[in-house]
């Protein structure tokens, strides 16, 4: 079992920077893939970034790709997402998940979610 809890979120003007944390309890963490997914009101929830369980390989949505910067420190069990150059279509609530070691684009084979954090950009 895994719960996880995001921090970070807020209200950012475009071309802003905000740096999310998603924070994991069990002793298991480092066996696990961990991912960013977004949702937008009225939206379907979206892929954003994901590392696998070493950190040595991940994976972008080709929207973010040279903007955002997906970390974790098996040491403290987080994960962070580093978001630069914000813009109004970032805005969403965004979630982290967990799922067994390898990373995933389909929110579906992830098995343990956050509550999520609300990020907005204003223009």
């Known amino acids: 079992q895994v719960q996880l809890v995001e921090s970070g979120g807020g209200l950012v003007q475009a071309g802003g920077s905000l740096r999310l944390s998603c924070a994991a309890s069990g002793r298991t963490f480092s066996t696990y893939a961990m991912g960013w997914f977004r949702q937008a009101p009225g939206k379907e929830r979206e892929f954003v970034a994901a590392?696998?369980?070493?950190?040595?390989?991940?994976d972008y949505a080709d929207s973010v790709k040279g903007r955002f910067t997906i970390s974790r420190d098996n040491a403290k069990n987080t994960v962070d997402l580093q978001m630069n150059s914000l813009k109004p279509e970032d805005t969403a609530v965004y979630y982290c998940?967990?799922?067994?070691?390898?990373?995933?684009?389909?929110?579906?084979?992830?098995?343990?979610w956050g509550q999520g954090t609300q990020v907005t950009v204003s223009s």
């Open positions: 998940a967990a799922r067994r070691l390898a990373v995933a684009r389909d929110h579906s084979q992830y098995y343990y």
């Open positions: 590392v696998n369980w070493s950190g040595g390989i991940v």
